[in-house]
């Protein structure tokens, strides 16, 4: 069983780069495959990134490529995600979820495929 934190969503002004955390307990760290969704109101959940298991790779929806960026430390259980350029389309919920990764290269892209959820952290972009 995984627990997952998220921390770093607030306020800020289109232009501005943000840097979300999302600390990970349970199993060691390196088992999971992670992820970062996000839902604005009246939309449905979409992942903005994802990362594998070994950081050998990396997804980013098209609304944040270039702008994204997912990283993870495996020595401190923590995944962030670094919005950079953020626009008031960005405006939404953050979450961060988790995954016991089958393979060390996959990423997995949907929702259904990710059994642990943080709580959220919204992000408020004012144009």
């Known amino acids: 069983q995984a627990q997952l934190a998220e921390s770093g969503g607030g306020l800020v002004q289109a232009g501005d780069s943000l840097r979300l955390s999302c600390a990970v307990s349970?199993?060691?760290?390196?088992?999971?495959?992670v992820a970062w969704f996000r839902q604005a109101p009246g939309l449905e959940r979409e992942c903005v990134a994802a990362?594998?298991?070994?950081?050998?790779?990396?997804y980013y929806a098209d609304s944040v490529k270039g702008r994204g960026t997912i990283s993870r430390n495996n020595a401190k259980n923590t995944v962030y995600l670094q919005m950079d350029s953020l626009k008031a389309e960005d405006t939404a919920v953050y979450y961060c979820?988790?995954?016991?990764?089958?393979?060390?290269?996959?990423?997995?892209?949907?929702?259904?495929?990710?059994?642990?959820w943080g709580q959220g952290t919204q992000v408020t972009v004012s144009s």
């Open positions: 979820a988790a995954i016991e990764g089958q393979y060390y290269s996959w990423t997995y892209t949907s929702d259904r495929d990710y059994r642990y």
């Open positions: 990362i594998s298991r070994d950081s050998s790779n990396a």
């Open positions: 349970g199993r060691t760290f390196s088992t999971y495959a």
